[in-house]
């Protein structure tokens, strides 16, 4: 089942926690010298144009980061974010969006790695292209949650892996957490970030209930929500599980989602989530 395509959602809410996330822990993990590998499961096309027809047929960025464009409040990470989105535009106008293989690779430097999985072969043959310039990065046409199982340990004994399966087939929330459990088996020490959407808040419950009940210790869960929990199709929060975070994640998203959620809701149930779920 390939039907899911992120250009339709490119820079949302969701688009927004996820990659200032993956920004922060990116940003934290290059203040080392020491070289480390990134390892993105599931990649999509990589860099998005917001005047496509696909963009627009949705316009999910405007209800996103067009709301933080001109952000002028006091939160760094919210600049920092802001800023490294606009790297990607001329001129200072919102026309582009980086996808997370985008984002990482404003991060990685030259003694690091990238590896890319990517099953559509429209986005394959995108993501080929966005990455093509960089012998660093590496590009697989398979499947991404057998793949990462593949590359742990690194040889660089350093990793970070971001795990965002399109949750098209209702398993994924199941086989994220087994495949997340896995690779945590085999390599300990990695930074591991899960993506979810909450569509239905009892699969959430459910990824929180197999990553606690698997025994890993120091799990962090933020969570944006731009309206209140409903039993009604679709989605309306999204959040990261983070594995092994940066001391400090904690301490910058209790800053930033109180702000985010002011910025972005839609409704008066908008809420936000900053928990430990799992002391370290």
């Not at 200072?92 to 969006?97: I, P, V």
């Amino acid at each position: 089942m390939l039907s899911y395509r992120h250009s339709f959602h490119a820079g949302n809410p969701a688009d927004v926690i996820k990659h200032l996330v993956l920004a922060q822990v990116l940003s934290y993990m290059a203040k080392k010298d020491k070289p480390f590998d990134y390892v993105d499961t599931h990649s999509g096309a990589g860099f998005f144009e917001l005047a496509s027809s696909d963009a627009q047929k949705t316009q999910e960025y405007l209800q996103g980061i067009a709301k933080l464009w001109d952000y002028s409040g006091s939160v760094n990470a919210i600049h920092d974010y802001v800023a490294l989105i606009k790297s990607f535009n001329e001129q200072e106008k919102l026309s582009h969006y980086p996808g997370s293989p985008k984002v990482a690779e404003h991060f990685l430097r030259r003694q690091d790695k990238g590896w890319f999985f990517e099953l559509h072969p429209k986005d394959l043959d995108l993501l080929q292209q966005n990455t093509a310039h960089k012998k660093s990065l590496r590009v697989t046409g398979s499947d991404g949650f057998k793949g990462l199982l593949g590359l742990v340990p690194p040889a660089s004994r350093r990793a970070c892996v971001l795990m965002d399966p399109p949750y098209e087939i209702k398993s994924d929330y199941d086989v994220a957490v087994k495949s997340i459990v896995k690779a945590h088996k085999k390599f300990d020490s990695g930074v591991y970030m899960i993506w979810y959407p909450v569509v239905d808040r009892a699969r959430i419950e459910a990824m929180e209930s197999g990553l606690i009940e698997a025994g890993i210790r120091n799990i962090q869960l933020f969570e944006l929500a731009t309206q209140a929990d409903t039993e009604e199709r679709g989605m309306t929060a999204s959040g990261m599980i983070v594995i092994n975070p940066p001391w400090t994640l904690k301490k910058t998203m209790d800053e930033v989602l109180p702000e985010l959620v002011s910025l972005l809701a839609e409704d008066e149930g908008a809420f936000y989530r900053s928990i430990q779920l799992v002391e370290e």
